[in-house]
Nanobody
Framework: QVQLAESGGGRVQAGGSLKLSCTAS????????MAWYRQAPGKQRELVAS???????RYADAVRGRFNISRDNAKKTMYLEMNSLKPEDTAVYYC??????????WGQGTQVTVSS
């Protein structure tokens, strides 16, 4: 299992911004994809965004145009820049890392709270 550590969560007002980081314990350059998920109270965990080793990105419809995912292999870190935050973005955000479609690790989660 790859150890992942998220940081950057917090409480912001609607319309504000936050930048999450997910740092791995080992090099991430050989992993095929990394992704951000979120889980709101009483809801299932859902995919927010993912990024492949070639930089290809995908976003959930609810965040497209507001969130930006990126990765820095040299720093073993993936980022999620979140802008124009809405109360419905409130959730615990998790990162994971995958190799050929198989999850190799999850982070512990970081809380994001957006107040109206």
């Amino acid at each position: 299992q790859v150890q992942l550590a998220e940081s950057g969560g917090g409480r912001v007002q609607a319309g504000g911004s936050l930048k999450l980081s997910c740092t791995a314990s080992i090099s991430i350059s050989s992993f095929s994809a990394m992704a951000w998920y979120r889980q709101a109270p009483g809801k299932q965990r859902e995919l927010v965004a993912s990024i492949g080793v070639n930089g290809f990105t995908r976003y959930a419809d609810a965040v497209r145009g507001r969130f930006n995912i990126s990765r820095d292999n040299a720093k073993k870190t993936m980022y999620l820049e979140m802008n124009s935050l809405k109360p419905e973005d409130t959730a615990v955000y998790y990162c994971n890392i995958q190799r050929l479609g198989i999850v190799a690790g999850w982070g512990q989660g970081t809380q994001v709270t957006v107040s109206s």
